[in-house]
């Protein structure tokens, strides 16, 4: 059978599959996705994923490429820094200091607000304007079948909002 | 034909390559890119191209994978957050705070720029730093034909300059 | 020889090879990866790396596809901006303004640290701050052989810390 033009791509049938993961291979490349389920515990936390995410790239066994993590939400985000625990206090200061919780937001005040809204909304304009600066994602080599991050480099979900369940797509792509 | 080392690509030839995507196709994998043209209308403004990308996500025919919006630009970024109007103002309130139009930069000194500099050079070295900030792109996952983003999330061009004419790059990869 | 299901990406056995990079060939797909090593020499730098990267293009002979630039460190950034010296000062010193290396960072206070120290660990609580602001990579577009970057568009290392050494892990894919 030859590859042509034609899609040679096959869902994975193993173990992996049952776990979730959505899977394509094309000759020696492999294309997965899994999407990682967290709940956060506070209005600010710093989870470190690192280990989920390099969990992930042994399941995709993928020994070359990239991984690729996620967050589906506005007010959570994706990090790349230190897990040192006084550190994760000073990024949260600085954040406090450039968009502070108790400043005044416009998208806070519920009453000239349109369109739809979660009926649990509460004031978050300072989470929403703090990932504006932090971001939603990040790339991260694979290289021999593991991260290939430096010596003090952790990902980190990082919770803006308050206590919510969160979730992270993490794709693995390479040979 | 097998497809060994050697390139087994082809260029689309139907009705996508004529709106001026170039695509290349092996296997089942497709690298599709268009660039989207857009003229901004004010100093800042967010303008939500989220349809327009899943458009592009759309045409091209890519099941599972991602896609990236990429800014050809130094002072218009690309960001993911929420779509609501109020919350827009809030972001630009607080990129007005972290750096401020009416500031001092150096860059808008023209009298003292060396090299090479735009007929219609004007201060915006604000722009450029908000940009810093924010970034000029998002890689964003494909799933089941779509835009695998959350509940909340949509896709901007964030002009911080003042209006022009933009360009964003979109490649859709997968399978 | 079909591909079926099976890998067929072999290694690049030329002098690209030999000069470091790993690389993956699957059909018409290349997936290529150089580390690159640079000395930073001031508190704050910012280095222009585009002629590196375009070089690592060049030589994965990717015509179209992308290339991501990857920071393997918590305190340099990678940084997607205009090259006029004046603007990288302005930049410089918006980054002081956001989090100035003479404020106060639980992170410098050494005798409170836990967990594994560099023994050349000095302070720089506002390097971490800054690179969380600014990020460690960019995904940038590849046409015609070329970076597809807008014309002012130009890619640094972000030295935040002190003169050391830093790497880039630079990854082309496409075809």
Redesign the interface.
Known sequence: ??????????LLDDLDEHAGA?V??????T?W?ETLAFHTSAAREFIDVTDQVAAVVQRSRVS???V?V?????TAAV????N????L???GA?LDR??TATGI???N?LS????EMDPNECAN?HA??Q???????????V?DGRL???R??RIFLLELDRPRDR?L?V?V???
Request: hydrophobic residues 35%; contains cysteine.
């Open positions: 059978m030859g590859n042509g033009t034609n899609p040679a791509f096959r959505r394509r291979r094309v000759g020696g490349l294309l996705a070359q490429g990239w690729s996620f967050s589906k939400h506005t990090v790349l820094n230190e040192e625990p006084l550190l206090q000073d990024m600085m450039l968009s937001y416009q998208h005040d000239r607000r349109t369109g304009g929403h304007c990932h504006l600066l932090i971001g939603g994602s990040e790339n991260i080599p290289a290939d991050l430096g003090w480099q979730r797509v794709q792509f390479g040979a």
